[in-house]
């Protein structure tokens, strides 16, 4: 009675070893200056599909540098100009689908910008298409660095294209940003971001402890020989 109680334990621990769950990872990285697309090649998973639980996708996008000039050309002032400058970031693929559980991608428009807000006077004489910096009725936004990230999951009734070993390609696809709040009248030239970053695939799948494991099957072996 006492063996078969030891046994049933040693069962129930291994199938709650079994269910314990470790993260499969792997990380690729892009950089350049926008608009690019850089394609990414990552592993699908070895194993089973129904081994996995999640898929989560992770993203980093930093910028720096660049130059964003506003010149107002208006005869009026233009008061309260915010201008947002940077690079935004889309992951796509035509191996694999890249949708959450809502049917959205799992990552577009992530953004990394630099934004201010300008006063600027009516035009002071100088002429279309010069796109001066040159104050009152001209800024510029001088680009510095921005980081931002995010993680998204998959949805799971797509698991299936990304098991069974091989190899899918995901997109990078970064384009600058800079754009105003309000622009009647005034004119923008742009020294596009540098923009670097990675993304990270993520599989959730269960694994259990092979040395917990053989410590329970020599524990059930030992039992067997000290009845016999």
């Known amino acids: 009675m006492k063996t078969s109680l030891l046994l049933a334990i040693?069962?129930?621990?291994?199938?709650?070893?079994?269910?314990?769950?470790?993260f499969v990872s792997q990380?690729?990285?892009?950089?350049?200056?926008?608009?690019?697309?850089?394609?990414?090649?990552?592993?699908?998973y070895i194993g089973n599909v129904s081994d996995i639980t999640e898929i989560?996708?992770?993203?980093?996008l930093t910028i720096n540098g660049g130059l964003f000039i506003i010149d107002n050309d208006a005869l009026t002032p233009a008061t309260n100009i915010v201008a947002n400058f940077g690079a935004n970031l889309d992951a796509t693929s035509t191996d694999v689908t890249l949708l959450n559980a809502t049917f959205q991608?799992?990552?577009?428009g992530a953004s990394a910008?630099?934004?201010a807000v300008f006063n600027l006077a009516a035009n002071q004489g100088d002429g279309l298409g010069d796109f001066s910096p040159i104050g009152p009725?001209?800024?510029?936004?001088?680009?510095?660095?921005?980081?931002s990230s995010g993680t998204g999951n998959v949805n799971s009734m797509f698991f299936s294209q990304f098991a069974g070993g091989g190899t899918f390609v995901v997109n990078a696809v970064g384009s600058q940003i800079g754009n105003l709040s309000f622009n009647s009248g005034?004119?923008?030239?742009?020294?596009?971001?540098?923009?670097?970053?990675?993304?990270t695939i993520r599989y959730t799948v269960p694994?259990?402890?092979?040395?917990?494991?053989?410590?329970?099957g020599t524990l059930a072996l030992a039992i067997r020989r000290r009845r016999a």
């Open 207 to 216: 694994e259990p402890s092979s040395a917990a494991l053989l410590g329970l």
């Open 113 to 115: 910008t630099n934004s």
């Open 105 to 108: 991608p799992v990552i577009i």
């Open 137 to 147: 009725d001209g800024a510029s936004l001088v680009g510095t660095t921005q980081t």
């Open 10 to 22: 040693c069962l129930a621990t291994s199938a709650g070893l079994a269910s314990s769950q470790t």
């Open 56 to 60: 989560q996708i992770s993203y980093v």
């Open 186 to 199: 005034i004119e923008t030239a742009t020294t596009p971001v540098n923009s670097l970053g990675s993304l």
């Open 27 to 44: 990380i690729q990285t892009f950089g350049g200056v926008p608009n690019f697309s850089q394609p990414l090649v990552f592993n699908k």
